[in-house]
């Protein structure tokens, strides 16, 4: 599986820089974030400086956040869609948020998920991107996402076409899940991304900032692959690394582990 | 639905202050911990000693770790078994255990969930005493359960009589679960235990140690526990805090808390 770095892997690397990086160590695609992108000069800008490098744009982080369905969150998610087709990448990755402030409403916040979608899914299909929901470890539902598992996503996802809502994979968030090897093959057609880290404990005192280095923690990485790529998955693999110490790192040092990593747990660049 | 005081909720308090308390207070029902129990003269003279405050044994916490299948684990699991036999409670709590060390088998890990659950079974039935799994939040799947939905740990118990293998209901362990009310319903039969406590962000450095007073945090306690109820489920509701300052307060002012908590989120005692 082809490899692309997520620039939230290199958080101090510049776009320009870390699509140098990529470069040089012979990765093909990018995952950028919508900061990044903006302190870039916007979307069509950094789309001229990742053609330069020949890198694919695996996808776009990240819209969502939309569980309170306000006005401002929704028209910020078609900025994101409208970003993510000036990066020509289809795949928009949306953290759905979590519980609105002061709500304990779980099933409120959830039913807000499936109206926002509604509602941004025939603005997106226009500009030929998808909607990818984002899983996020059931530890984040309460302040990040609302959803927890791939399945769900897939509920969340199938009153539309395959192409206009997909689901992310990624690992630290499901690697725990008891369905998650028949939510992968039910996802056939709707992986939008499948993106990497590993799971370390302990976790520390920032939840968002354990995940580790491919091969340093506890996920087994080949069954959930090979899973991904029966289900007829044939983007790239988007090492996406949230971890203090990571970023204090050289971004050239982090990038050359992503790149052993990746020869030794998931294949040819 | 009457309260039970977990002994885990008041860490610094004796078997016998913790009864004291929990008969002052008007609470029925305690539920505690091995160590507590040993401390205070193994179970026959815990159970005189609770007898005395004619308080009811509601479970045993725990027994499990077992996912490494030694002989060790499986010996100390039948001590755990008739210890609560001793204390005249049916229902043993299992955590099962992470990961075996060094090992990234998943699979594995639960598959001898499975084998030394039909190890134990004819065992603890002879003494009247249930299996009670409980599945611990997915944050915890490395290293202390790698059974982590009320889902599965009923297909863990299916193979079993309802008397032989139970399941824990811990609010703090399932509230996000998108499946969790479905599950409920499915485990009518089998509720060993229903725990509560709440999910509080952010969660502190140790993630063990992150629980707060019902009420203090993000759960939606009144729906749950109407499932729990239409599930069949008559017992107590064990309130089970980890917290370092909660632990820090006097266990009198916590039982206090305790107290006050349920009757507005949970009910009469």
Redesign the interface.
């Known amino acids: 599986m082809r490899l692309s770095l997520n620039t939230a892997t290199v958080k101090k690397a510049t776009l320009a820089q870390a699509a140098s990086l990529c470069a040089e160590h012979g990765i093909t695609g990018i995952g950028p974030w919508r900061d990044v992108v903006e302190t870039a000069g916007g979307a069509k800008a950094a789309r001229r400086l990742l053609d330069g490098y020949g890198l694919t744009v695996t996808s776009l982080c990240r819209g969502g956040f939309f569980t309170t369905f306000t006005a401002e969150a929704l028209a910020d998610n078609r900025r994101a869609v409208e970003e993510a087709a000036d990066l020509g990448t289809s795949e928009l990755v949306l953290v759905v948020g979590g ?1 609105a402030p002061g709500s ?3 099933p409120a916040a ?1 039913a807000n998920v499936a109206r926002a979608l509604e509602q941004l899914v025939p603005y997106a299909s226009g500009l030929g991107v998808r909607l990818a929901i984002e899983p996020l ?3 984040f ?3 990040r996402a609302v959803v ?2 791939l ?2 996503a897939l ?1 969340l996802a199938e009153p539309f076409a395959p192409h206009e809502v997909g689901v992310v994979v990624d690992t630290y968030h499901v ?4 369905e998650l090897f028949g939510q992968i093959t039910r996802a056939a057609g709707r992986i939008s991304a499948y993106q990497v880290c590993d ?1 370390v ?7 968002l900032l354990g995940r580790g280095h491919v091969g340093d ?4 990485f080949a069954p959930i692959t090979e899973a991904v790529r029966q289900a007829g998955y044939t983007g790239h693999v988007e090492v996406e690394i949230f971890n203090q110490s990571i970023w204090d790192t050289d971004p050239a040092e982090t990038v050359k582990t992503v790149v052993d990593r990746h020869l030794t747990h998931l294949g040819p660049l």
């Open positions: 519980l304990k409403d779980l959830r470890h059931p530890m539902c309460a302040d927890s598992t399945g769900q509920d690697w725990w899940d008891p799971w404990v302990p976790l520390p005192a920032d939840m923690g506890h996920i087994d």
